[in-house]
T-cell receptor, first 114, second 113 residues
Framework: IAGITQAPTSQILAAGRRMTLRCTQD?????MYWYRQDLGLGLRLIHY???????GKGEVPDGYSVSRANTDDFPLTLASAVPSQTSVYFC?????????????FGPGTRLLVL | DAKTTQPPSMDCAEGRAANLPCNHS???????VYWYRQIHSQGPQYIIH???NNETNEMASLIITEDRKSSTLILPHATLRDTAVYYC??????????????FGGGTRLMVKP
């Protein structure tokens, strides 16, 4: 079944450690996104990519970096994790049509930074 | 400023229609209305979207008022599996992924037996 996969499913990480969250889609979508969702809050956009080779900053980019070397993969890296980055992280992708866009979300990665 | 306003919670009896309202009084001419839902511990799921005409798909119907200042998502025969948080989102058209989906608080729909 086509879709988006994320890894790991969950992770406990010591503060100061480096961590890369993986995201892969097999729908050949041009655009990809990373969101975080904190308890009781909606999703907030961290970084996005319109197409392979390009990235952009979302609403809460500080402390995170991304790369888009190819169409399918969009890893999110925490260079030096801090407890405030404890969250659920969702990756999404979309096939950007003219003026319209539907985003498809992965199952999420639950990250606890201690 | 929130672009949309939704009631925080609603109940619906199983098998009945669930009508979820959304106010978006400041919507612009090129902004679409999107509905997503999030079942507990899962990623958000796209339901339906529209610009100004009413829309229907296999999941739901979307009714947009003529002035586009509000809309209603209709689940015609709610089941227990429809229990979720439903998000109404307005978003500009155009091919820029930076036009993010802004998820507000949503409506927590509880479908009861």
């Amino acid at each position: 079944i086509a879709g988006i996969t994320q890894a790991p499913t969950s992770q406990i990480l010591a503060a100061g450690r480096r961590m890369t969250l993986r995201c892969t889609q097999d729908m050949r979508h041009n655009a990809m996104y990373w969101y975080r969702q904190d308890l009781g809050l909606g999703l907030r956009l961290i970084h996005y990519s319109n197409t392979a080779g390009t990235t952009g900053k979302g609403e809460v980019p500080d402390g995170y970096s991304v790369s888009r070397a190819n169409t399918d993969d969009f890893p999110l890296t925490l260079a030096s994790a801090v407890p405030s980055q404890t969250s659920v992280y969702f990756c999404a992708s979309s096939d950007k049509g003219l003026g319209e866009e539907t985003q498809y979300f992965g199952p999420g990665t639950r990250l606890l930074v201690l | 400023d929130a672009k949309t306003t939704q009631p925080p919670s609603m109940d619906c009896a199983e098998g009945r229609a669930a009508n979820l309202p959304c106010n978006h009084s400041t919507i612009s001419g090129n902004e679409y209305v999107y509905w997503y839902r999030q079942i507990h511990s899962q990623g958000p799921q796209y339901i339906i979207h529209g610009l100004k005409n009413n829309e229907t798909n296999e999941m739901a119907s979307l009714i947009i008022t003529e002035d586009r200042k509000s809309s209603t998502l209709i689940l015609p025969h709610a089941t227990l599996r429809d229990t979720a948080v439903y998000y109404c989102i307005v978003r500009p058209g155009g091919n820029n992924a930076g036009n993010m989906l802004t998820f507000g608080g949503g409506t927590r729909l509880m479908v009861k037996p």
